[in-house]
């Protein structure tokens, strides 16, 4: 079982040095034998060497205290080596771990990606899909895209019932939601192309979490409560609950099925999945709930290597994900168009700002419902979009002191879910990994597969409505996102890694649905323009706007009053509240090279470790 890490409070520590890192650092699986010395697991950045000699002492005072449940304090991690910052501090230390073994980052996200599967139900997965953003030590980058695609019996009109109508239900939360699943293949053409690792060793850290159990954090606790609670699917309740009951805060939460899961993947690779028990299960599954996806769908899942996206930003390279995903055309453009502004004169967050940002936003997420979808069904002019005269013409009707009005004409936007995760990693040798995946919604689709215990997405909900089912409450029916058989839907799934001059600055990207555009752009704007460190550019309030609806909305406490007055009287409609994204990112200390893991203090069970 394992433990929740103490609390060091009152420190002003921040990171790790190597001569701490070894005083500190316990391996995962003396943790597992120790749970008692489970703080150790805190990679602490120490000042001074009479810092570190207090710290030491401190942390084996508490090592003799019996574990004792926690809030996880968020807090940013220094290390000369590797880092990893995701959503799940265990699964950040799984991967640090890889990392210690001689794995680099690819096989680091690779095993932190399983991890999250077991301890972070809500989007971690095996079940769905995602991208993921790597730039190796040489400045070269690729792009590995393990997004779903869609069952061979998929179309256009399939939410529609005999009468023609347009179903929510089945679009969002039904068996033909569910896409063919790409996590698994994503994870095993990684370690094939770029991973040094066994692959069983990537794989067997989440094996023993899913085997052994975890102990449950207050937050998952009551997250799975909540879902198991309004379950109609057996199998979800029974992975989910003690046999209809709840488990309670502490408690040590295993996942048999997911478990013997995992071993058919350690064992066969992608096989293990995609063919033998496990692909029956899905389809058994699929048959039972008239979902689409059967032998033949997860046979054929391949997962696809692209070129990223690349762009520049006064003076800075930003490297990110191609279609299907919207976000690095999304978040070029937007910066192309915010290069000819003197933000920094105008203030971090000050009306004037938020202006600007917004025009940026509503052009360019006009574009990305006119345009984008996957590149492989339909022509994306992706090199015109993230062009610097694009941005020019873009720029053109930009009004500094007026909103623009956004007009729905032919498109219309359909919601997206806020739940999707996002991890960062790099190693030793500044290879670095930028890893975005999801199930979609909180917890996918919600239907656990008999017998194989894990969710599976339900991502369907992400290509348009119908052909021409554009309206006013918000479907989309434009063509070139309609589900066709091996599509794959448009995501705004946005893994990104900023450089400059040759040398990596930070790895960054976050969930949120649409917002991830705009909360990963607002992330390279805080450091390049307003000098933020990584911990203040995570940390910063956000703000988002996609066009349509046409209004800004901002974080809980994210401006003054004044200031959304003063935007109202801009013309612009403004919504304050809520929390955007889980920006889990890691920063580069230039001067000393030190990597500066920073897990997003919004999300309390988030945590970055070194090696
Ligand atoms: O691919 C997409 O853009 C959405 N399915 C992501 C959903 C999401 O971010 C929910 N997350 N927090």
Not at 227 to 251: D, L
Not at 535 to 552: F, G, N
């Amino acid at each position: 079982m394992h433990g929740h890490p103490q609390v060091l409070e009152g420190n002003e520590v921040t990171g790790d040095s190597a001569a701490g890192n070894l005083a500190l650092k316990a391996r995962w699986s003396d943790l597992q034998a120790h749970d008692a010395r489970q703080v150790s697991r805190f990679e602490v950045d120490m000042l001074s060497i009479r810092w570190r000699t207090i710290l030491f002492a401190f942390v084996v005072t508490l090592a003799l205290v019996p574990s004792k449940i926690s809030t996880q304090q968020v807090e940013s991690v220094r290390s000369q080596a590797g880092m990893v910052s995701s959503q799940q501090w265990i699964a950040s230390q799984v991967g640090a771990d890889v990392l210690s073994s001689g794995g680099n980052a690819v096989d680091a996200a690779i095993a932190t990606g399983f991890a999250l599967a077991v301890t972070h139900p809500t989007a971690g997965n095996i079940g769905g899909g995602g991208f993921m953003v790597i730039r190796f030590p040489n400045g070269q980058s690729t792009a590995i895209d393990f997004r779903e695609k869609a069952p061979l019996a998929s179309h256009p009109e399939m939410w529609l019932d005999e009468s023609g109508e347009y179903s929510s239900q089945v679009h969002h939360r039904s068996h033909k939601a569910v896409g063919v699943p790409g996590t698994v293949a994503g994870f095993d053409k990684a370690n094939r192309l770029y991973g040094v690792a066994a692959w069983a060793d990537l794989v067997q850290p989440a094996i023993d979490l899913a085997g052994e159990g975890f102990e449950l954090s207050e937050s998952l606790a009551g997250s799975i409560e909540r879902f198991a609670s309004r379950s109609p699917y057996e199998a979800t309740v029974s992975a989910f609950t003690k046999g209809g009951a709840p488990y309670q805060i502490g408690e040590s939460w295993s996942q048999p099925d997911l478990a013997r899961s995992l071993e058919r993947i350690r064992d066969e690779r992608r096989d293990g999945f995609y063919q033998g028990e496990t692909a029956s299960l899905i389809a058994a599954e699929m048959r039972r709930g008239e979902g689409l996806i059967t032998l033949e769908d997860l046979a054929r899942y391949q997962a696809r290597e692209r070129n990223t996206i690349q762009g520049t930003y006064r003076g800075y390279d930003i490297i990110s994900m191609p279609p299907p995903s919207s976000g690095g055309v999304a978040i070029v453009t937007m910066l192309n168009i915010l290069e000819a502004y003197d933000l920094p004169g105008m203030g971090h967050n000050s009306a004037e700002y938020i202006h600007h940002l917004a025009e940026a936003m509503r052009r360019a997420y006009r574009d990305r419902a006119q345009f984008l979808a996957d590149a492989d069904f339909s022509d994306v002019p992706v090199q015109r979009l993230t062009s610097k005269e694009h941005a020019t013409w873009l720029r053109r009707n930009i009004d500094s002191e007026r909103a623009s009005v956004s007009h729905p004409t032919d498109v219309e936007i359909v919601s997206e879910s806020p739940e999707t995760t996002h991890y960062s990693v790099v190693d030793a040798d500044g290879m670095a990994v930028s890893v975005t995946y999801t199930l979609e919604s909180g917890y996918g689709s919600g239907i656990v597969v008999p017998g194989a215990g894990f969710l599976l997405n339900n991502e369907m909900g992400d290509f348009n409505a119908g052909p021409g089912l554009t309206n006013e409450s918000g479907l989309i029916g434009t063509t070139p996102n309609l589900a066709r058989p091996q599509q794959r839907m448009l995501s705004s799934m946005s893994p990104s890694i900023v450089a400059r001059d040759g040398a990596l600055v930070a790895v960054i990207g976050t969930p949120g649905g649409r917002t991830i555009i705009n909360t990963t752009l607002q992330l390279i704007l805080n450091m390049v323009d307003f000098g933020m460190s990584i911990t203040e550019a995570v940390a910063a309030p956000r703000i988002h706007h996609q066009w349509l609806p046409d209004r800004i909305r901002v974080e809980s406490d994210g401006i003054s009053a004044q200031v959304q007055s003063q935007l109202e009287q801009m013309g612009h409609i403004v919504q304050v509240g809520g929390r955007q994204g889980s920006a889990n990112s890691i920063g580069v200390d230039l001067t000393t090279g030190e990597r500066i893991g920073a897990p997003d203090p919004r999300s309390p069970d988030s945590g970055a470790r070194g090696n």
